[in-house]
């Protein structure tokens, strides 16, 4: 089962303009992880928000979560060509639950 | 750097042959992950491990089987190959106090 699904599914910008991308989740969880994948690649870890925190920054990343709407936003400011990639969000799932499940991704084009 | 290898980046079979593709983390992580990725359908978990010689079935398990003897090498199997298991196949790691996975640069799987 996916549970944390990315809105929009792609997103197409302008270098230097900022990204959003949102991911809804379904149950209750003890945090939320951000991944980024380049064509054809694996994916790499940007950033982990637990539960108890609302806002995480990491250089141009900046991540909020929001538990009461099941819902967090990753914002990627001053947006460069290189930060063309598909962008995942993962949950680990409170209640005992250690599966990890992926939503389907946000295609985001930056043009140069 | 935490690094998960896998055994290759592109592989061609034929229906009905038996797959093994492997993967192999060096940062002595407990819970090895098997995804597939395709188009539209994001991350699907297809199986895996809290521990050595300890396996849990994910989303899609059907086709497939996997192998933990040793803590880093988690061996996914495909026990005849069929055409609707051509993908990309994703092994990731994580130790279970530090909750980020790391990704292998995935295999991408044809079978003809």
């Known amino acids: 089962s996916q549970q944390g699904e990315e809105d929009p599914q792609a997103l197409s910008i302008q270098e230097g303009e900022n990204a959003t991308m949102n991911c809804s989740y379904k149950?209750?969880?003890?945090?939320l992880q951000w991944y980024r994948q380049n064509s054809g690649r694996g994916l790499v870890h940007l950033i982990l928000?637990?539960?108890?925190?609302r806002e995480k920054h990491s250089g141009r990343l900046r991540v909020t979560l929001d538990t009461s709407k099941k819902s967090s936003s990753l914002l990627i400011t001053a947006s460069r060509a290189a930060d063309t990639a598909s962008y995942f969000c993962?949950?680990?799932?409170?209640?005992?639950?250690?599966?990890?499940?992926f939503g389907r991704g946000t295609s985001l084009i930056v043009h140069p | 750097d935490v690094k998960v290898t896998q055994s290759s980046r592109y592989l061609v079979k034929r229906t009905g042959e038996k797959v093994f593709l492997e993967c192999v983390q060096d940062?002595?992580?407990?819970?090895m992950f098997w995804y597939r990725q395709d188009p539209g359908l994001g991350l699907r978990l297809i199986y895996f491990s809290y521990d050595v010689k300890m396996k849990e079935k994910g989303d899609i398990p059907e086709g497939y089987s996997v192998s933990r003897e040793k803590k880093e090498r988690f061996s996914l199997i495909l026990e005849s190959a069929s055409t609707n298991q051509t993908s990309m196949y994703l092994c990731a790691s994580r130790s279970v106090e530090w909750r980020e996975r790391f990704f292998g640069p995935g295999t991408r799987l044809t079978v003809l």
């Open positions: 940062m002595d992580h407990e819970n």
């Open positions: 993962a949950t680990d799932a409170s209640g005992g639950s250690y599966i990890p499940t």
């Open positions: 928000i637990r539960s108890n925190e």
């Open positions: 149950t209750s969880i003890n945090n």
